[in-house]
């Protein structure tokens, strides 16, 4: 299983990005689908989850700025990044809980990271 992450890049403060994850390879059923950032010197730290029912949650921090959504037919999840600001940048990684087989129980997956710099 791989998850490619793309649409970090550079944006000014006020801007907005949006971040996309697709999940790849022997996959049965995804669980919960994530986005965790980490910012220089800091520990990673959960930005937004959603479950495969679409219940979401997010870091008080990023309430009412992002927005996160999933494409299950495409195993993708979505991070749509509103009113940044520079306390954003960090390098994100997308994560799902993956169930590779009916049988089998879910596997944490991680994608390799995708910068967003925020300037002021």
């Known amino acids: 299983v791989q998850l490619q992450a793309s649409g970090g890049g550079l944006v000014q403060a006020g801007g907005s990005l949006r971040l996309s994850c697709a999940a790849s390879?022997?996959?049965?059923?995804?669980?919960?689908m994530a986005w965790y950032r980490q910012a220089p010197g800091k520990q990673r730290e959960l930005v937004a989850r959603?479950?495969?029912?679409?219940?979401?949650n997010y870091a008080d921090s990023v309430k009412g700025r992002f927005t996160i959504s999933r494409d299950n037919a495409k195993n993708t999840v979505y991070l749509q990044m509103n009113s940044l600001k520079p306390e954003d940048t960090a390098v994100y990684y997308c994560?799902?809980?993956?169930?590779?087989?009916?049988?089998?129980?879910?596997?944490?997956?991680w994608g390799q990271g995708t910068l967003v710099t925020v300037s002021s």
């Open positions: 994560n799902a809980e993956v169930y590779v087989r009916s049988w089998a129980g879910r596997t944490p997956y």
């Open positions: 959603i479950t495969s029912g679409g219940s979401t």
């Open positions: 390879g022997r996959i049965f059923a995804i669980n919960d």
